[in-house]
């Protein structure tokens, strides 16, 4: 394998979490288990075989990598990918796509579909993925992915099996739908858009943007420019319910050290043992 981009990677849950995230360096995730991305502003060789990417908004160090993505599925003559993106993005995006047809007189075979907050896809039967509305300086979405359960209706339940095969027989329905979050991503934002979405705080596992965590660092500012302090974090620690929130896209004016110690003088608890660092 071709290893052009510092990965990391974290398991939880029968779910791998792979990806690289930099504050105006670069971005990218991979769910491999569920085939999907989130993000483009790196290609990495090994996430080109996921055909399905969800881009939350149109900065370089979010998208920059898109035409490479596209370019390499069709090097190896893979099927288009459907890329999501909001909606307001896509004529620009495939314009960019076009300009890079043509320096590098090579198709650029792929499906954008605009999205607007609350638009839904279905990755699989069992997954579907919705866009949420963020706050940042530009148009912007976040994603999370439900996992659908069908459980037994309540009057149903002491049934026995014969009965109940009776009832499906008889085309009466027997059980009914729930969706439970498992992940959810909430690319760059401001505060509202966590305090927005209160599914970002429900889902299984959160990766979430913390841009910045030094103290002396003006939150009001950080806001403006659409991102989250670990002050942010620290004021609201008692709402997320998550098993594990994943703190990444680290401003680079901080090395990883110093983003550790920041982090453990501002929240020395890690939200009760579920924070992981993306350093």
Known sequence: MVENVPLLKHAHDGLTIEGYSRAAVQTCWRINELKVLFDCGVQPWDFMGTSTMF???????????????????????????VIYLPDSAVDTAWDMLQMFR?????????????????????????????ALPTVHTIDSLGFVIHQRRH????????????????????????TEETQIPVVAYTGD??????????????????????????????????????????????KRADRFENELVIAAHLSTRYNDAQVKRFVNKGLPDQLGGKLKLWV
Do not use: W
Not at 65 to 81: E, F, H, I, N, Q
């Open 55 to 81: 881009i939350s908004h149109s900065h370089l160090d979010h998208i920059a990598a898109l035409p490479a993505y596209v370019s390499r599925r069709r090097m190896m003559k893979m099927d288009p990918p």
């Open 102 to 130: 043509k320096l590098d007189r090579g198709a650029m075979p792929c499906e954008l579909v605009g999205l607007m907050p609350g638009d839904k896809h279905d990755l699989s039967r069992e997954y579907v993925v919705t």
């Open 189 to 234: 934002t401001n505060p509202k858009g966590l305090d927005q979405n209160p599914v970002f705080f429900e889902s299984k596992i959160l990766i979430s943007e913390m841009t910045f965590v030094a103290p002396e660092h003006r939150t009001d500012k950080i806001h403006k420019h659409g991102h989250t302090h670990i002050d942010d974090f620290r």
């Open 151 to 174: 459980k037994l209706k309540p009057e149903f339940q002491g049934l026995q099996g014969s009965e109940i095969r009776d009832l499906k027989l008889s085309g009466t329905e027997v």
